[in-house]
């Protein structure tokens, strides 16, 4: 899932997917990719429009326009799709400490209960097992430094992806930042000839 808008600008976030992407290729030649431009699509948010057609499709199926049923069979297209995948790749920069408003509409999208996962007693349980899941952000400034853990607080984003990932039942989830660029200009090719390293040989394990 791409959620990156469309600019001329170099995207790091892009430019890390598309190293990881050959790689996992020539690794794994016989896999079907599927990928989603969710700034292009544009993808159905959970909105007003969203909620009317739900509440209709329940409880009185017979009202539903053209467009309701339009968009309740986008909502189950992206669903089925997910739930036949059996690896998933996240692509964002980071927004504001968070994804992009676009890869958070596909997640509500797809977190449908009873489908991906079910309430109990003790709290949600993830229904997809054995999946593997990535996420790939960029950031100007760094937020996973290792010598000064402390700033992981200032990324949102990153830690809300992990936990949906969780939720769901996915516990094989793989994260790659390519960040600090902008912080540290004098160092952006070495840090870019680092997280392409790390994009290759993901797409060789993934």
């Given amino acids: 899932m791409l959620a990156h808008p469309h600019t001329d ?7 890390t997917f598309e190293v990881f992407l050959k790689s996992y290729k020539q690794a794994h030649p016989e896999d079907k990719i599927v990928i989603r431009d969710l700034f292009d699509e544009k993808v159905p948010a959970l909105d007003n429009e969203t909620f009317a057609a739900w509440k209709r499709n329940k409880y009185a199926p017979e009202t539903l326009s053209d467009a309701d049923k339009s968009l309740l069979a986008r909502h189950e297209s992206y669903l089925a799709e997910f739930l036949s995948a059996d690896k998933y790749v996240f692509v964002n920069p980071m927004y504001n400490g968070f994804t992009t408003a676009q890869l958070k509409e596909y997640i509500d999208v ?15 349980v993830g229904l997809l097992k054995g999946k593997k899941s990535l996420h ?5 400034g760094f937020y996973h430094n290792e010598e000064d853990p402390g700033h992981m607080a200032n990324d949102l984003g990153a830690p809300y992806v992990a936990q949906t990932m969780a939720m769901i ?7 790659l930042f390519a960040e600090g660029y902008a912080h540290y200009p004098e160092r952006a090719e070495a840090i870019k000839e680092e997280v392409f390293k790390k994009a290759q040989e993901l797409g060789v394990e993934f």
């Fill in 110 to 124: 797809i977190a449908v209960p009873r489908k991906l996962f079910r309430y109990t007693e003790t709290g949600p």
């Fill in 9 to 15: 600008d170099f995207s790091w976030s892009l430019a």
């Fill in 136 to 140: 790939i952000q960029s950031a100007g």
């Fill in 169 to 175: 039942g996915i516990d094989a989830h793989s994260q």
